[in-house]
């Protein structure tokens, strides 16, 4: 089965919390992407996931379908409105810093999904339904074809600068109390 990738676009971005996190929608079931005339169906991802359970594995986290590995998603899963993401970004490799720093700008917003396609049909009105499908990967990219997947969440830790400097200022604190 070929890889076929579909990039979907956050229309949301919340910084919250300082543990590198992401969370939100890689797919929304049954909007049509225009750019590609197709919708996921509810279940698509199903068997996908079990597998990816059942072997011990999960798709990976890449910067734009690159060889970058960014962050490793913690949780993927099925509910009523898609197929729901939470990840964490890995901030101490230099890929995962700069990814983190353009999504908590806003500059990256995107989520694509790279997959194979087990099963699909054309409803009537000539729509691609993705029935069932193998997912490998879910990416994080600049430019996305779809509004209706969303980031809907970003928590970063704070710079390490900011705890260097407080963890000097509670050393030099402790040193005039031993004097």
């Known amino acids: ?26 797919a929304v079931f049954n909007v049509v ?21 059942a072997s011990g594995t999960r798709p990976v986290m890449l910067y734009h379908h690159g060889q970058d590995v960014v962050g490793v998603w913690e949780s993927i899963e099925e509910d009523s409105r898609g197929l729901k993401v939470r990840g964490r970004i890995i ?15 806003g500059a990256l917003s995107g989520l694509s999904i790279g ?11 000539g729509v691609r339904v993705l029935r ?10 600049p430019l996305p074809a779809s509004p209706s997947a969303r980031i809907t969440s970003v928590r970063s830790i704070a710079d ?12 030099n604190s402790l040193k005039g109390l031993t004097k």
Do not use: C, Q, W
Not at 5 to 20: A, F, H, N, W
Not at 132 to 141: F, N, Q
């Open 1 to 26: 089965m070929p890889r076929e990738t579909r990039t979907l676009s956050p229309t949301e971005i919340r910084l919250d919390g300082d543990e590198g996190r992401i969370e939100g929608y890689a």
């Open 33 to 53: 992407v225009p750019s590609f005339n197709e919708t996921v169906a509810p279940g698509a991802f199903r068997r996908s996931l079990a597998e990816h359970r």
């Open 91 to 105: 901030r101490e490799t230099v890929k995962g810093a700069e990814t983190f720093a353009l999504l908590r700008e």
């Open 115 to 125: 997959f194979s396609t087990r099963k699909a049909e054309r409803n009537p009105a």
């Open 132 to 141: 069932d499908v193998d997912l490998a990967e879910i990416s994080i990219v």
């Open 160 to 171: 390490a600068s900011t705890y260097i400097v407080a963890l000097k200022s509670v050393t």
